[in-house]
Each structure stands twice: as C-alpha cells, then as structure tokens.
C-alpha cells in the first residue's frame, strides 16, 4: 500500500498540474479565440444584475379555457341541428350556462357537449376537465373541475418557465437563473443586468400574433363594432383603429423561425417569417383568396400593419413591417421565435444588486475564505508537525482542482457556493487528521514507521469512505430537491467532497511515501 510506481505517481502530479492549468482561465484572457476557455460565473448577488418575481396570471388561463369552450359549444350546438340557445360563460364560477329555446332538446344537446369533455381529456390535461348538471327549465350547466383546472395550471406555468428562460437565453443574458417558486410565481435572476426594463417588456408581453383580415365594410369610427369584428389600435399611429375579423386565418403558433432584417428596397427595419408546412399552406389559401384585401397582423390584440395582399403568397416566408428600429424588430423576433405565453406574466417584486455590491461580497467572502484557510493550515502544523504540513499542500492541491471543475463544469459561483468552498476545506483536513491520529496509535503500539504508516492508511480509509459517503449523498439530496442558491452549494459540496478524497488519500500519501523513501526515519514527526 505505501508503494507508487512511476506511473502512479505521474498520474498524482500531474493530475495536481491539470487542475492547476484549468483555474487560469478565472485570471487570464484567452491568448486564441479557437481555445476552450471555460471560467465559473459569478451569480447575482457577486456580478450584480436585477431580480424578477414573476406571476402567471390564472384568471387569464381559466378565461381562456371557458371561451374557447363557448366557441366549441356554440359550433358543436349548430353542427348538430341545435338553432334556439344562449351560451354564456361565468368565469366567477369557472362555468358556462347553455340555455335551450327548445327544452326537449335538453339530452341531445348534453350528448353533443360531452363529447367536447373527452375531446378536452387529449388537450393540456390528461382527464376530462369538465362537470355537468341540468336544470328542469331544459338549461345545461358546464363546470370546469377543480381536479383538471390544477392541472391546467401547473401545465401553464411549466410552459411559461420554457417560454421565459428561451426570451431571456435569445436577448444575450449569461448564465441567468430561471425557476418555479410556489403554485405560480417564477423567479429571474439575471446576474450583471443593471436595467432589466428591456427584459422586462419581453418577458411581460404574451407575443401570441394571429393574422386576421380586416373587414373594409366597418367603420372604426364607430362607437361599437358589430357582431364577428373588433377594433383594435394600430401600433405607431397615435391611436388609430383597425377593424378587424375576430376569426383567426393563420394563427402564429405555426410560425417555425423569425429574424430581424432590412428591407433590401426600403432599408427598413422588418421582421422576415417562416411557417411550417400546416402554416405555409394555410397562409397561401387565404392570401389567395384575398387578393386586393388588406391582411392585419396582430401582436397581443394590438395590429402591427395591414398591408393589402397583392398577390398570393405560396413559400411559407413573409417580412412583417412596421415603425420598427434594429432593437424593436430584434426583440419581436425574439418573442416570436420563444413562442407565446399561456398566460400573461406581471411583475410582483424587481430588486437591482449594483456590481459594488457585488464587489463588497466578494471581497468579504475572499477574506473569509483566506482566514479559514490559513487557520486549517495553521492547524494542522501545529497539532502533526511534517504530516501536517504534508496535508497543508494537499489542501491547497484540492483548491485548485475543485475550482477547476468548478470551470470546467462552468458554475455560477454565488455567496452560498463561497460558504461551501470555505466548508469544504475544513472537511479535507478530517481525512488526514483521521490518518494521523492513526499513525499515532500505531506508533504509541510500538509498531515500526513503516509499519505505523501503512496501517494507519488501511484502518482510516474505511471510516474516511463511509463518512464521505453520507456527506454526498446528503447534498445529492440537497441538489436535487432544491433551487437556486441551494443547489449551487450543493454543487460545490459534492465537488469538494470528490477532489478532498483524492487529495488527502493519494497526494497525502505520495508525499509520505517519497519522503520516507529518502530519510529512512527511526520515528514518525506526528
């Protein structure tokens, strides 16, 4: 056991020089672009940057559900023969009210509406989201469950966690942290952002764009729109109106890409589209059919333009122009490659950390973290003497290639990761003051130095193993329960716990090995 080969000890060392190697990149600019240069990342409360308290607004998810459960009922009444009723929706009490002219018609029409619950158990939610009840005037009540609107709920905001992290990754952010808190709130780190206005509005818009015709028969100056139509504002204009169809002709969720450009003529700033073969063909019908007709984009209830459709358009690719400027055109095309939201997003809490903020942690946890080495160090020299020593090395050997994992891995090193920096050494040193206190047995046993050491080794490696077994599996746990800052502690734990075992069992030993083989003490330093 107290032997190393060549190789063995080759491998040792030079593993201690790749860790060394792989930290430089933390205090030095890549000397080639082509170099993989990877670094840890500072979180927000070290970097500085903005804090976002999300809320996904359920109102608006069970609004949605119960009107386009109207529409459906509505279709399905007609399709079936079903001309005399009224469908009205109640969202204080997430349900519909289908009132019959004809009361006979009471369990045909039940028939036809339960047909929409299994057809809804295929949708968002696995089960059939829907109750029903009659009432003896031939009316049909429509509840939608608790059971499924949970469901429903959590499906949303898990999307709307999705949608966020792909706004935030495609507006340029590093390393940000996006995760659920509670039933419907999401958190957004987004470490050295100092004005998050401009996050902001990506991550508060719901970007779901239809393409709808505008009805050139109304008139928006109208005090209401008729029935089928809707007014709605034009962007850039100072309020002007559209009057446009409520039936969607191409919804944008079949939008497949979205980019940026210039108009090659114009040199304007536009938003050029791509749809999906469903889309492309759908987009092509309606433009064909509507030549000379102005064809109305609209973007969250508001239109972006109108254009007049001159002739069909069959490629599946369109530009989408606009008063808009190189960050305006940037950022549409950002929300609209994310997708749209399940349900709008308001802001409940924004916090900004200044990078002096930052600054100051850091230097409070370098301090700490220099203090607690140096009194580990001072520790074990004064309590072990050369085997101390010995340790200290390897201590400081498990620095660097616990950071260099940490590089290697690319972690966002937070105030919590500092702290589990600063507990993992005070955990390598357990390790060899196990083995000492060992050695010191047997020594005290009369055993020889030799002897002392190679069985201070073997009878410590077992209560080592099993101590850092529990250590790991207890932040494995750590990691896989918790959230943000939690599991960047964990993170470093575990890490730590890997490379202390390598260091104290192997590097430790390597020393004591090559030391004894040049001394040949009569008695051990400890």
Request: proline share 5%.
């Amino acid at each position: 056991m107290m032997f190393f080969s060549r190789l063995k000890a080759s491998l040792v060392l030079g593993t201690v020089l790749l860790g060394v190697l792989l930290c430089l990149p933390n205090i030095m600019n890549p000397p080639a672009s082509w170099l993989p240069w990877r670094t840890i990342r500072l979180g927000l409360d070290l970097k500085g940057g903005s804090y976002l308290l999300l809320e996904v607004d359920m109102n608006a998810v069970i609004k949605e559900r119960l009107d386009s459960l109207a529409d459906a009922s509505r279709q399905a009444l007609r399709r079936v023969g079903i001309t005399q009723f009224v469908v009205s929706a109640q969202q204080a009490d997430n349900r519909l009210l289908v009132r019959l002219g004809d009361a006979t018609q009471q369990e045909k029409a039940l028939a036809t509406l339960r047909e929409l619950a299994t057809a809804a158990g295929t949708g968002i939610s696995a089960r059939p989201d829907l109750d029903f009840s009659t009432q003896p005037d031939g009316s049909i009540t429509v509840t939608l469950s608790p059971v499924a609107l949970r469901e429903r709920a959590t499906a949303a905001v898990v999307q709307s966690i999705e949608i966020v992290r792909r706004r935030v990754d495609a507006s340029g952010v590093v390393e940000p942290i996006i995760a659920r808190q509670g039933e419907n709130r999401i958190v957004v780190q987004l470490p050295g952002v100092e004005d998050p206005n401009r996050i902001k509005e990506l991550l508060g818009k719901t970007a779901r764009m239809t393409f709808r015709l505008v009805d050139e028969n109304a008139n928006p100056a109208s005090p209401t729109a008729p029935p089928g139509v809707d007014f709605l504002q034009m962007e850039g204009t100072g309020g002007q109106k559209v009057a446009v169809r409520r039936r969607v002709e191409v919804d944008g969720a079949t939008l497949t890409d979205a980019r940026a450009g210039q108009n090659g003529q114009t040199g304007q700033w536009v938003v050029n589209f791509a749809f999906d073969s469903a889309g492309a063909r759908r987009f092509a019908e309606v433009t064909r059919n509507n030549v000379g007709h102005r064809f109305a984009v609209v973007l969250d209830d508001k239109v972006i333009t109108a254009p007049v459709i001159n002739t069909p358009i069959t490629g599946g690719r369109g530009e989408i122009s606009g008063s808009f400027n190189a960050a305006s055109a940037n950022d549409l095309a950002v929300l609209l490659r994310a997708g749209a939201l399940p349900a709008p997003l308001t802001v409940v809490e924004e916090r900004s950390v200044g990078p002096e903020l930052g600054a100051d942690a850091i230097r409070a946890g370098a301090i700490a973290l220099a203090v607690g080495f140096v009194l580990v160090m001072a520790y074990m020299a004064v309590f072990y003497g050369l085997f101390g020593w010995f340790a200290n090395v390897a201590l400081l050997a498990n620095l660097f290639i616990m950071l260099a994992v940490l590089s290697l891995m690319e972690s966002t090193l937070t105030l919590p990761g500092m702290a589990g920096i600063l507990l993992t050494l005070g955990m390598a040193v357990d390790a060899n003051i196990l083995i000492n206190e060992r050695i010191r047995e047997e020594v005290a046993n009369g055993r020889t130095p030799l002897n002392a050491m190679e069985t201070g080794f073997r009878r410590a490696y077992a209560t080592i193993i099993d101590s850092n077994a529990t250590a790991f599996l207890s932040h494995a746990m750590l990691f896989v329960f918790g959230t943000g800052p939690v599991r960047g502690f964990a993170v470093t734990i575990t890490v730590g716990i890997a490379t202390s075992l390598f260091t104290a069992t192997m590097l430790v030993r390597l020393f004591m090995v090559r030391w004894y083989a040049r001394t040949r003490p009569a008695t051990l330093p400890v």
